[in-house]
């Protein structure tokens, strides 16, 4: 096979094809090889209009920073690594290092490391687990549990601040939408 060549009899030199199957179709689109993802998006999905894109991703971009800014009083005491992984201890019950540095996306022992600070600041407590003595369960604290909630609080005022921006059509829109998202 020509190194140029993706598939053999299905790609010309220095093009590659991208597919996607629907309804026991498949759909392809002959792209170049140093085609990024967004070329890749706009080749498989053409009904999406480009200023769809860009209209979510202004949107976006304003949510964020509201979600962002709203904590950021956090910022000299508690890094955004910090908040994520009290969140997400929050959120698990019965999380050990390990799961909770998958959700972070980060190594065990960087994880580690995190939970050691978090619990030298009051925040988080280990625990071993019922079944097994050598397997520690990460838990908030009292005053771990009042910082997530006080977060939570934070965050959701912010959002409401930009939501209320937003004619009602729009907000059941927009809620139709990311719910949409989680049914992936």
Known sequence: MNQDTVQAGTAEAGTAEAGTVQAGTVHTATLPLDAGPLDQYRALRPQAAAED????????????????????????????????ALLAIEGTDGLNVTGLARILCASPSATSRLCDRLVAAGLVTRVPA???????????TESGQRLT???????????????????PDGRAALARGLSELLQR
């Open 149 to 167: 909630a006080w977060i939570r609080d934070q965050r959701r005022a912010a959002l409401i601040r930009v939501l209320e921006a937003i004619s």
């Open 53 to 84: 894109l860009e209209g979510a991703e202004a949107g976006l971009s304003v949510l964020i920073e509201a979600w962002q800014r709203a904590i950021e009083e956090l910022g000299a005491m508690l890094p955004p690594a910090q908040v994520r």
């Open 130 to 140: 019922a079944a097994s003595r050598r397997e520690i369960r990460l838990g908030l």
